[in-house]
Structures are given as structure tokens and as C-alpha cells.
């Protein structure tokens, strides 16, 4: 298992494969009891609610606005005496109203999960999106084909952590995949005549296959080091 200080100095950063592995053992890390649960925005990735679900936490859902901020008479209608935990998700890498988020989540006494899978090397007011909330996770692998990275800003029981392995193969970047991600507008048209169209009707058509978890080799660590991840975030956000 690879840890290391986080850019602010709070706590450690654990490297796995993927953010959705990442997202498990970091709600695991926190140590909730059975019948807990978290608040969650109702436009989200399936593979977040998997993680939760693999986490024995219940969930309950809140709106979000037209701009994906929360509607947050729906947050605090929601909350009964179960709720733990608050999720906020920096969407396409576009950060939320942190402080508002901070701000109500010690109001009322609950944990914060910060997903920003899609904002990977993103800042606010100078300091690294992820490491705000009691744990967070980001998603290089969505830049580079491989990297999920948890936060863990708060206290936690490294024996809660699993055992697992690192990865047997260690994937190196493919060239056409690291040359497309450079021409978004190509990649996009290439994947429109080539790939079959979802059934948008269907709400499983997206739902990711359960796969192996594992740590991130330190070669891999390295690599993803390497990049100048701000400049990453802010052609990300430009896009």
C-alpha cells in the first residue's frame, strides 16, 4: 500500500487503481455502523452508489439544481437521525460551493465525502480539490488509464484499510489512447461512428462490471507524478 502526505499536510493519500476502490475502503475507513447513512445528489455515477452499497451504508437522495448545486431545503428534509454523512461532487470538475457544504455538514454533525473523479489536479481557493471533505477521492485514471486516489483527511484505523495486492501488470500508457485524449472533439466524433448508441432508456446500460481491486504499483504513482496536472484540470474545466 502506498501513503503519503497530501499536498496540504493533513493526512495521507492512498493510491489504488480506480476511484470507485478508492471510494469503498475510504467510507470503510470511516467506520460506519449498520442502518447508517449517507446523503447523496440525485444525478450520479452508478459505480458510487455500488461502493456505498458495498459499504453496508444505506443512502437517502437530495435534488440538485439546473447547475448540479444542491437544492438544500431537499438536503435538509432528508436528514433524519441515521444520516452520517454528506456526499458532494465537484461534476465535469467544476467545484462546488465548499464552504457552504463545509459549513452545513457541521451544522448538523455529519461527515463529508468529496468525489472529485471527474476534477483530478482541480483547485479551490489554492488548495487541492479532495482533500476538503473527512475523506475524498479523484480519478486520474480518467486522464492517464489508470490511478484512483483517496484523501483521507481525518482520523482513521489503518486496520480498516484492506489487504489487498498491487496490481500484477502494471499498465503503461497506449499511445492512441494518450494522443486522442489530447483531441476531445476527434475522440468524439470517433466514438459516435464507432461505438453502438446506448439504450438511454435503460438505467442499467451504464452500470460497470464488477472488477478485481488493487493498489497502484509505485511505477504507476510515479508516472501520474510526472504530469502537470494543472494544466490538465484547467483544460478540463475549459471544456
Not at 455515477?45 to 437517502?60: N, P
Not at 486496520?159 to 502494471?170: F, I, N
Request: glycine share 4%; charged share 25%.
Amino acid at each position: 500500500m502506498e501513503d503519503r502526505q497530501h499536498p496540504n499536510n493533513r493526512s495521507e493519500i492512498i493510491y489504488f487503481t480506480k476511484a470507485r476502490t478508492a471510494l469503498k475502503y475510504g467510507l470503510q475507513s470511516l467506520g460506519f455502523q449498520k442502518n447508517e447513512s449517507i446523503l447523496i445528489p440525485d444525478f450520479l455515477c452508478d459505480s458510487v452508489i455500488s461502493s456505498i452499497e458495498e459499504s453496508t451504508l444505506e443512502f437517502t437522495v437530495y435534488e440538485t439544481a439546473d447547475d448540479m448545486s444542491p437544492i438544500w431545503a431537499s438536503v435538509e428534509l432528508n436528514i433524519c437521525k441515521n444520516t452520517k454523512a454528506l456526499l458532494m461532487v465537484h461534476y465535469f470538475g467544476q467545484p462546488q460551493n465548499i464552504n457552504v457544504f463545509r459549513q452545513f455538514s457541521k451544522k448538523h454533525n455529519l461527515l463529508l465525502v468529496e468525489d472529485n473523479a471527474h476534477g483530478h489536479g482541480g483547485t479551490y481557493q489554492n488548495r487541492m480539490l479532495g482533500t476538503f471533505g473527512d475523506i475524498g477521492i479523484s480519478s486520474p485514471r480518467k486522464f492517464n488509464e489508470c490511478g484512483g486516489l483517496l484523501y483521507l483527511n481525518n482520523n482513521y484505523d489503518k486496520t480498516l484499510l484492506p489487504q489487498l495486492d498491487y496490481e500484477t501488470l502494471e499498465k503503461k500508457p497506449i499511445w492512441y489512447k494518450v494522443l486522442l485524449n489530447k483531441y476531445p472533439t476527434l475522440k468524439h466524433q470517433l466514438k459516435l461512428l464507432l461505438r453502438k448508441r446506448y439504450k438511454y432508456e435503460n438505467p442499467r446500460a451504464f452500470r460497470a462490471k464488477p472488477e478485481e481491486e488493487f493498489y497502484l504499483p509505485k511505477s504507476n504513482i510515479q508516472r501520474l507524478e510526472s504530469l502537470d496536472w494543472n494544466h490538465i484540470a484547467n483544460q478540463r474545466r475549459e471544456r
